[in-house]
Nanobody
Framework: QVQLVESGGGVVQAGGSLRLSCAAS????????IKWIRQAPGKEHEFVSA????????YYSDSVKGRFTISRDNAKNTVYLQMIDLKPEDTAVYYC????????????????WGQGTQVTVSS
């Protein structure tokens, strides 16, 4: 079982930046697609970004493309989400999730996920 712990959330003004981190407990971390999924108040889970097990492929939703960058360091069992030019509509709880499925990368399907970190963007 993979345990995931997110960090790096906070309150930032529109146009600001944050970097989220997702640290995994297991060395088998490097066989999973790692996703960032967010949930805004009153809304359903939304796919944000994903990175393949090797780190060679990266995926983004249209709403964050060009502003967010995902990366992973398998040696450190950690995935990062660099977010720039943040907008109020980015306000949500951001969850890190691990998925073995490589066919539905842009979905909100997962096998394990963390407790989430709050990102609040003020206008």
């Amino acid at each position: 079982q993979v345990q995931l712990v997110e960090s790096g959330g906070g309150v930032v003004q529109a146009g600001g930046s944050l970097r989220l981190s997702c640290a995994a407990s297991e060395r088998t971390f490097n066989i999973y697609v790692i996703k960032w999924i967010r949930q805004a108040p009153g809304k359903e889970h939304e796919f944000v970004s994903a990175v393949s097990a090797s780190g060679g492929s990266r995926y983004y939703s249209d709403s964050v493309k060009g502003r967010f960058t995902i990366s992973r360091d398998n040696a450190k069992n950690t995935v990062y989400l660099q977010m720039i030019d943040l907008k109020p509509e980015d306000t949500a709880v951001y969850y890190c999730a691990a998925a073995i499925d490589t066919l539905n990368v842009r979905s909100t399907l997962y096998d394990y996920w963390g407790q989430g970190t709050q990102v609040t963007v003020s206008s």
